[in-house]
């Protein structure tokens, strides 16, 4: 199959591409590099020893994607394209619902004037909000999600819940990510976050190899086993091969449909820290604050469906999650742009 990768180079579409390939698809990705390198891609090539099909430029350019579709015969789209900063999305939500919004909105008007209607959308377990019981489960109606990069993804999944009803031809499937981290094994590709990162894993990884000195730890008075934050955390691998099997189930599987992609396991900071440690050998200095503004206590996967409709089961613990986002972040500790110590 022919597959139109979004945001390919980012981090999870990067890894899902070289997924692709390694199954036999072609990919063309669609990429405009704002937060993303065309290093990964030349890195895709190398472990994969294929090739990528590149289009530079945006899913809200309708110019662009009209003339893609035009061009090149496509049978599916994973769509990665987004921005994904909680921070960012409340000092600047416009920027989010123009790319977020905006952008799938053109995408999928340009499939359908291309007769193209297999759509997966890298959606979040944010949508779900605070109050539910765990583990959360895809039936649980959509919360209040505390940020407009989380408002951003629930109304794109309404919208693609409209298109489908609207119109039987339409199969899309609604990927609920939990907390991904990792980092493909050969340390050759993995999340360069720009700026000062503000996830857990990706601060933590700077800080074990020197270019941060402490780790600010939001909150030791959440009511968890040690009072610190507790997420699903997911192997990017594991993710990656989850999109494909939604893919290749929507096959037969017409209309939305909704799958959570998590391990079904919680995590505290602290438990991620001394994780870290173990994998790196290294000393994680922190200090503990106060909590962050829009957190939840903890919140982790029910992954069943999946389980059950995919075949899809995540199979990386957290011990080799950080092993390799280690020999990612230590193979290349300034990310693309600082070239890799690989050789
Ligand atoms: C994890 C835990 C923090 C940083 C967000 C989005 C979600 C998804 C992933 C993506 C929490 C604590 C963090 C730090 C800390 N979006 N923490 N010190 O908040 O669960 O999810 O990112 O693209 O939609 O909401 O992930 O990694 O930021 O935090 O103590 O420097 O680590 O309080 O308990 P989060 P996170």
């Known amino acids: 199959m022919r597959i139109l990768v979004t945001g390919g180079a980012g981090y999870i579409g ?3 591409v070289l997924a692709l390939l390694e199954s036999g698809h072609e990919v063309l990705v669609l990429d405009n590099f704002s937060n993303s390198n065309r290093e990964s891609l030349k890195r895709v090539e190398e472990l994969s020893g294929k090739t990528v099909g590149l289009v530079e430029g945006d899913t809200a350019d309708t110019a662009c994607l009209e003339h893609l579709f035009r061009e090149q015969p496509i049978d599916s789209v994973l769509h990665f394209a987004g921005f994904k900063s909680v921070g960012e999305s409340m000092a600047d939500p416009l920027a989010y619902y123009i790319n977020n919004l905006a952008g799938t909105l053109a995408l999928c008007r340009a499939m359908s004037h291309a007769g193209v209607y297999e759509l997966v959308f890298s959606s979040s377990a944010t949508i779900y909000g605070d109050g539910h019981p765990m583990p959360l489960q895809e039936s649980y109606p959509a919360g209040q999600p505390a940020s407009p990069y989380g408002r951003s993804k629930l109304m794109v999944e309404h919208v ?76 990017v691998m594991d993710l990656a091969e989850g999109h494909l099997r939604a893919m290749e189930a929507l096959r037969t599987r017409p209309g939305v449909n909704i799958w959570n992609l998590g391990t079904g396991q919680g995590h505290s900071v602290l438990e991620v820290i ?19 503004p829009g957190d939840i206590a903890a919140y982790w996967a029910d992954p069943s469906k999946a389980r059950a409709e995919l075949d899809w089961q995540a199979r990386r613990g957290l011990e080799e999650m950080v092993a390799d986002t280690w020999q990612w972040q230590k193979t290349n500790p300034h990310g693309y742009q600082g070239g890799s110590n690989h050789e």
């Open 14 to 16: 990067s890894h899902t």
């Open 274 to 292: 001394a994780a870290y440690e173990r994998a790196s050998n290294r000393h994680i200095p922190y200090r503990v604050e106060s909590r962050r």
């Open 160 to 235: 693609l819940q409209d298109l489908a009803a609207s119109d039987g031809r339409w199969r899309i499937a609604l990927l609920r990510y939990f907390n991904p981290i990792g980092a493909h094994p050969s340390g050759m590709i993995g999340d360069d976050p720009r700026g000062l990162p503000t996830n857990l894993v990706p601060f933590v990884s700077q800080v074990a190899v020197g270019r941060r000195d402490e780790l600010v730890v939001y909150g030791n008075d959440y009511p968890t086993h040690d009072g610190t934050g507790v997420r699903d955390y997911l192997h």
